[in-house]
């Protein structure tokens, strides 16, 4: 199946959180005078507009996006955030997917591997990607991006930012990561490999941060809820990063800044954070 389409979530909490991480980690990357590769396995459109269709019907972009563009008090790294995202959109009608903030914020001679399946949304982001004139630097592919990101790996820089995000709307999603993970890893031990996932009351979800543990010896993981469950048990209450090989500082950029994120993003007093890191 096929149906998932990011429009009608994008700029949500989730993105914020997801975004800010891979903003963090592109800053650090650019620190060094070396060229690396971006690999996006689950690009979407790239760009989002916030007043059609989609948005407009879920209307979850109102508490994510939407509060940081208005927040008047942030703490130093996420004005920076805020600062870079409105920079590099058309207008703050728009929010930017992770294949455009990965562009405008990576160093110039970054290459571009954007993996997206959705035929639709494969045809945005090419629009989307020619908007940014990065067609030299940038390869798209209308496939599956678990298998893909394998055949990319190692790259030729030996650096390389990999984000894998599924929607997770099919559970085979949480199996893939992992399998696709541990492959991934003995080809490309060193990459930085960002991982999303949802705070969701089903077991797969429950299991995912607890297995990707076992995968590396260096790991981060960082998880924001920003409300509680429904009465039903369904709907998504948070979400999380799970970074393999973070940048050394990411641990103390992420102490220093989720507890404010919480209380931008709060929707109820279930608010919470968490931070785990090994370095071994």
């Known amino acids: ?133 990065i067609q030299k630097r940038t390869i798209t592919h209308n496939n599956d991006g678990f298998n893909g990101l394998l055949s990319l790996l190692p790259p030729p ?20 990561v992992i399998h696709t993970l541990k492959k991934a890893i003995k080809k490309f031990a060193t990459g930085c490999f960002l991982i999303w996932y949802p705070i969701l009351q089903y077991e797969e979800s429950k299991r995912l941060p607890e297995q990707l543990k076992t995968l590396a010896p260096k790991w981060l993981k960082a998880e924001l809820s920003v409300k509680s469950f429904s009465k039903d048990g369904f709907g998504m209450a948070g979400s999380g990063m799970f970074i393999i090989n973070p940048p050394y500082v990411l641990n103390e950029q992420l102490k220093n800044t989720l507890a404010d994120l919480c209380s931008l993003l709060k929707q109820d007093n279930s608010t919470n954070y968490s931070i785990e890191y090994q370095n071994d």
């Open 1 to 133: 199946m096929l149906s998932y389409r990011h429009a009608f979530h994008a700029g949500n909490f989730a993105d914020i959180l997801k975004h800010f991480v891979l903003f963090l980690v592109l800053q650090y990357y650019n620190q060094k005078d070396k060229p690396y590769f971006y690999i996006d396995t689950h690009s979407g459109a790239g760009l989002y507009c916030l007043s059609n269709e989609q948005s407009q019907k879920t209307g979850e972009y109102i508490d994510g996006v939407q509060r940081l563009y208005q927040a008047q008090s942030l703490p130093p790294l996420l004005s920076e955030f805020k600062n870079q995202i409105l920079n590099i959109l058309p207008d703050n009608n728009h929010y930017a997917g992770s294949p455009y903030i990965a562009a405008k914020t990576a160093k110039m001679d970054t290459k571009l591997r954007l993996f997206e399946q959705h035929n639709n949304e494969f045809i945005l982001l090419n629009q989307t990607v020619k908007l940014l004139n």
């Open 157 to 176: 820089t030996r650096r390389a930012i990999i984000l894998i995000d599924p929607s997770y709307e099919i559970k085979d999603d949480y199996e893939k």
